[in-house]
């Protein structure tokens, strides 16, 4: 089963991949604490990165009480009240490369263009999402704090 989920979740991610230079950022921790572009990140966009199947594709395996979605993932960790459990480096961090704090994980990597594994040539040197999107999904991870909206 996880086999085969990797390959959905690797096809479905190939799709969207973003053309972008790699930008510099450094780890500390378990944190990336500067975020990757100057421009901050927009939470509405974020939400829609998070839904949208064919680019962040996060609702495969994530959940979120309350959230206008159907078939919500159950294969990664429900994300109800992750802003209010991990500052935003730390949640940067998981989306860029999650394989830096865990190398076992079966989540992509957002933000590595380098050392993937089975990348279509087309698909090569490029990361999934920009930077400006990560920061996207970062600030709407932020907004999901555990408090009533």
């Known amino acids: 089963m996880r086999s085969a989920l990797l390959i959905?979740?690797?096809s479905a991610i190939l799709i969207g991949c973003v053309a972008e230079e790699t930008q510099s950022f450094t780890v500390v921790g378990d944190a990336i604490p500067v975020?990757?572009?100057?421009t901050v990140g927009d939470a509405e966009r974020g939400q829609a990165i998070f839904l949208d199947r064919e680019r962040g594709?996060?609702?495969?395996?994530h959940a979120v009480d309350g959230l206008n979605a159907r078939f919500q993932g159950n294969v990664g960790p429900a994300l109800n009240g992750i802003g209010a459990r991990l500052n935003e480096?730390?949640?940067r961090l998981r989306v860029v490369d999650y394989t830096q704090i865990d190398p076992?994980?079966?989540?992509?990597?957002?933000f590595r263009s380098d050392n993937l594994h089975q990348v279509g040539q087309a698909?090569?040197?490029q990361t999934v999402l920009s930077a400006q999107e990560v920061e996207n999904i970062v600030a709407y991870l932020m907004t999901l704090d555990g408090a009533p909206s």
């Open 104 to 110: 076992n994980v079966i989540m992509p990597s957002y």
């Open 35 to 38: 975020a990757l572009i100057k």
């Open 8 to 10: 959905v979740v690797s």
């Open 89 to 91: 480096g730390q949640l």
């Open 57 to 61: 594709h996060c609702v495969l395996c």
């Open 123 to 125: 698909y090569e040197g």
